[in-house]
């Protein structure tokens, strides 16, 4: 617990109060998926992040919030290495993944190996110009998983726990673009989950969808928390309340605060948290 | 009121120099098409009627009429064959190296300018090379092979710039997610870059072979006959192992030379040959470039994004 705390202490130069709420000590004490400690990052010359720590608890979904350009898509993309795919990028600090604790952003850890660990659904739908069950099994056949049985076993689990299963199943080979939008960005969730992923990462899913969409992944997130453990970038403050258990607050590269969502919307601990989930600034 | 006058005054403008624009662009078009015309034209006034079976199955002769290209067409087609086979794969190859694993520092951004600036170099100095090179240094001959080397040569650098353009432009969506998936670049560049990119990697091959067809100069250079009154061996033979490689080691003719000679010639039988080869080679330019936008059509069908 004391690890809990420290790893949500504030960041910002705003008041040291800790702010981690007294309600998650007093459940059951909730498992540790990924603990984020003292993150930097750097574009070139350019730090986006100033040290992020904060824990990503098992099994929850914990949403990232903050105005445009403070880092939290910088900070999502961190726990897959996507930045290594363009030259000039740095890390420094640790992202710990449980239960083997890798060190995500170590030097010496393949940026292959954190993908295999963790999924990623990216804002726009992105599927493959592929049939919707060869998208799903994409991930599968890079894992080695040929095996057709399994394979056919496990496209159908990820499609049922993406929702979507029933709006496909009858087409599985037909091209993945003929689906709508929301349906595409379903699928792509399908994918991510079809090698049961230690952390799912989900990068603003439902900004390019319309409501009815966007309440269908909100929907989904909710039952697939069962499972899986979410990290949930989001512009939209009312479905970080809505979905997520946790949520942190960014601003300008810094963690301003972290704790229980509840919390965070309704009694924030920090004046510049409120400003913002109230609507002051931003 | 005064206002309202003016903003009609603005749109009145704007139409009167959209329209000057417009006949402009006609009249530039008209001289580029009317050229183009013209010279098609002629040729075909010129060569049509003498296209017949025994044009393309007869070998050239001292008489125009009894001439034929033969040799000249299968010594294209092999040719062709030949520079596909070996710059398409090269460039492609080289193209995505340096598009997709090269690192991005100075000696990637020499390479990418001396690539571009080859495109533009003379073909006949691609000739001289496979003369001093192939023909003498390797004491390679003036062979089919090395004909369709210095072809390759010379649009190397045209496929190179277009698969490097193609895979640029495939979306970084697109790689991302299959990055994220955990594949490793090959995987990558394999399974989800070429085939977004082949479409044009495929346009940029034809526009390169097309370009390679009617080139004569490289060609001569290297010193390729301009009166074959036989065939390279058949690559194809009835007893084992079948295939047949003897077709590289044979001397040859290509259409364009066939052309050059003809035209060079005092009676006017031989002219109407030459034009009648040059709208057959025209013919064979079109019939790639078709085959181009038919693969490309295709192909897009099932990458629309």
């Known amino acids: ?282 | 009121m005064a206002g309202e006058l003016n903003e009609r005054r603005i749109v009145a403008t704007s139409k009167a120099q959209d329209l000057v624009f417009a006949v402009l662009g006609i009249i530039v078009l008209f001289f580029a098409m009317a050229m183009l015309a013209t010279l098609v034209a002629d040729l075909l006034i010129d060569g049509l009627s003498r296209i017949d079976m025994q044009f393309l199955t007869d070998f050239p002769s001292r008489r125009p009429s009894q001439a034929g290209i033969l040799s000249a067409w299968v010594g294209t087609t092999l040719v062709m064959f030949v520079t596909a086979l070996l710059a398409i794969p090269l460039g492609v190859g080289a193209g995505l190296y340096l598009e997709e694993y090269a690192p991005k520092n100075w000696l990637s951004d020499l390479i990418e300018i001396n690539v571009s600036n080859l495109a533009g170099v003379p073909s006949i100095i691609y000739g001289l090379l496979a003369l001093g090179f192939f023909v003498y240094g390797l004491g390679m001959g003036q062979t089919v092979l090395v004909g369709g080397m210095v072809l390759a040569l010379l649009i190397l650098p045209i496929v190179v710039v277009a698969t490097r353009e193609a895979v640029r432009a495939v979306p970084s969506g697109l790689r991302e997610s299959a990055y994220g998936l955990g594949c490793n670049r090959w995987q990558v560049v394999w399974s989800y870059v070429l085939p977004s990119a082949r479409p044009g990697i495929l346009t940029g091959a034809i526009v390169g072979l097309s370009r390679a067809i009617g080139e004569t100069a490289p060609i001569i250079t290297i010193g390729a006959l301009t009166f074959i009154a036989f065939l390279p061996p058949s690559p194809i033979q009835a007893s084992p192992p079948f295939l047949n490689f003897d077709w590289l080691n044979s001397p040859f003719t290509v259409m364009p030379i066939q052309m050059f000679n003809w035209t060079s010639r005092p009676q006017a039988g031989f002219h109407e040959n030459a034009a009648a080869t040059g709208v057959l080679l025209l013919g064979m330019t079109l019939v790639m470039n078709g085959f181009a936008i038919f693969l490309r059509y295709h192909l897009r069908k099932g990458l629309r994004s």
């Open chain 1, 1 to 282: 617990m004391s690890e809990l705390k420290r790893a949500s202490t504030f960041l910002s130069d705003n008041s040291g109060d800790p702010t981690m709420t007294q309600a998650s000590t007093s459940e059951t004490p909730a498992a540790i998926r990924a603990d984020v400690r003292d993150l930097k990052f750097w574009y070139g010359k350019f730090q986006a992040l100033n040290g992020v720590s904060m824990p990503i608890h098992d099994r929850k979904v914990t949403a990232i919030i903050g105005p445009s350009g403070c880092g939290k898509s910088t900070l999502l993309r961190c726990f897959n290495r996507i930045h290594d795919l363009y030259p000039g990028v740095r890390y420094e600090g640790e992202i710990n993944l449980a239960p083997e604790h890798i060190n995500l952003v170590a030097k010496g850890i393949d940026p292959i190996l954190v993908r295999l660990l963790v999924g990623m659904v990216f804002q726009k739908p992105n599927p493959f110009p592929k049939s919707i069950f060869e998208n799903v099994a994409a991930g599968l056949y890079v894992r080695g998983i040929r095996n057709k049985s399994e394979v056919e076993g496990r496209v159908e689990e990820a499609l049922r726990q993406a929702a979507i299963w029933n709006e496909v199943k009858d087409r599985l080979n037909k091209p993945a673009f003929e689906l709508s939008g929301g349906q595409q960005q379903r699928l792509c969730i399908a994918r991510a989950l079809a090698p049961k992923p230690k952390l799912l990462l989900l990068d603003e899913p439902t900004s390019a969808l319309d409501p009815i969409a966007t309440a269908k992944i909100e929907e989904l997130m909710d039952s697939l928390v069962k499972d899986v453990t979410i990290l949930i970038v989001t512009h939209n403050l009312a479905q970080a309340a809505r979905i997520s258990k946790y949520t942190a607050f960014m601003h300008m590269g810094n963690l301003v605060e972290f704790g229980e969502t509840e919390q965070l919307f309704t009694n924030p601990a920090v004046t510049q948290t409120q400003d913002y989930v109230t609507g002051r600034f931003g």
